[in-house]
């Protein structure tokens, strides 16, 4: 699209330059060139501001949503109770799994190394 708008600027300048009084290359262009352009630019324009309006929208209502569940953690008044949320960690509150248990590990004596005359042979054996 911009290249559009370069070479429909360069063409106009060029035709305004040959115009036989200043004033009239002025007109030319403005508007033959100026004032077109800045219409296709902005009618061409038009999806990219809604889609940037669109995500703006959808940016500020996550920033908003995520702000009020925090607000609403840091209300609760629990002071009095802090085993029950000691509890609710311990018992249930984040259950996941260990990535490696003991025992997983690989080690010296789980990988087998095959010497020369012990390789495996590849291709058709007879």
Same mark, same amino acid.
């Given at each position: @699209? =911009?290249?559009? +708008?370069?070479?429909?600027? =360069? %063409?106009?300048?060029? @035709?305004?330059?040959?115009?036989?009084?200043?004033?009239?290359?002025? @007109?030319?262009?403005?508007?033959?060139?100026?004032?077109?352009?800045?219409?296709?630019?902005?009618?061409?324009?038009?999806?990219?501001?809604?889609?940037?309006?669109?995500?703006?929208?959808?940016?500020?209502?996550?920033? +908003?949503? &995520?702000?009020?569940?925090?607000?609403? @953690? &840091?209300?609760?008044?629990?002071?009095?109770?802090?085993?029950?949320?000691?509890?609710?960690?311990?018992?249930?509150?984040?259950?996941?799994?260990?990535? %490696?248990?003991?025992?997983?590990? %690989?080690?010296?004596?789980?990988?087998?190394?095959?010497?020369?005359?012990?390789?495996?042979? &590849?291709?058709?054996?007879?």
């Amino acid at each position: @699209m =911009y290249i559009v +708008a370069i070479a429909w600027i =360069y %063409v106009v300048l060029m @035709m305004s330059i040959t115009e036989q009084s200043v004033i009239a290359g002025i @007109m030319t262009f403005v508007f033959y060139g100026l004032a077109p352009l800045a219409l296709f630019l902005w009618i061409f324009g038009t999806p990219a501001r809604r889609r940037s309006a669109h995500r703006k929208a959808l940016l500020a209502q996550a920033e +908003a949503s &995520v702000g009020e569940s925090v607000d609403q @953690m &840091v209300d609760q008044h629990d002071a009095a109770d802090a085993g029950r949320n000691e509890d609710h960690l311990l018992n249930g509150g984040g259950q996941f799994g260990a990535a %490696v248990q003991t025992g997983d590990q %690989v080690g010296d004596g789980d990988v087998d190394h095959a010497g020369r005359r012990d390789a495996q042979q &590849v291709g058709h054996r007879p």
